[in-house]
Nanobody, 114 residues
Framework: QVQLVESGGGLVQPGGSLRLSCAASVRISSIYAMGWYRQAPGKQRESVATITRGGSTNYADSVKGRFTISRDNAKNTMYLQMNSLKPEDTAVYYC????????WGQGTQVTVSS
């Protein structure tokens, strides 16, 4: 079974940065598209950023200019660099294919607070 494991979350002050990692048990170069999702308390899960096999990227308007999605095919790992974090970025962050075809993992908690 394909597994994706998120890590790198934590508590950070507004304006701070975090780098999330998504380690895959499959060669991510074989996946057409994958991305990061997040779910805040009381909110629906939303797509944050997407990266395709060809390297093209898309971002939610709320994170454009602040977040950068990338991948390292040799390490089978996808990343989400988050800068200028805001309290509204607080959520559990998940990685999955795009569309989300895999089972959801535990995610990694990102809390932006003073």
């Amino acid at each position: 079974q394909v597994q994706l494991v998120e890590s790198g979350g934590g508590l950070v002050q507004p304006g701070g940065s975090l780098r999330l990692s998504c380690a895959a048990s499959v060669r991510i170069s074989s996946i057409y598209a994958m991305g990061w999702y997040r779910q805040a308390p009381g909110k629906q899960r939303e797509s944050v950023a997407t990266i395709t096999r060809g390297g093209s990227t898309n971002y939610a308007d709320s994170v454009k200019g602040r977040f950068t999605i990338s991948r390292d095919n040799a390490k089978n790992t996808m990343y989400l660099q988050m800068n200028s974090l805001k309290p509204e970025d607080t959520a559990v962050y998940y990685c999955n294919t795009k569309p989300s075809l895999m089972s959801w993992g535990q995610g990694t908690q990102v809390t932006v607070s003073s």
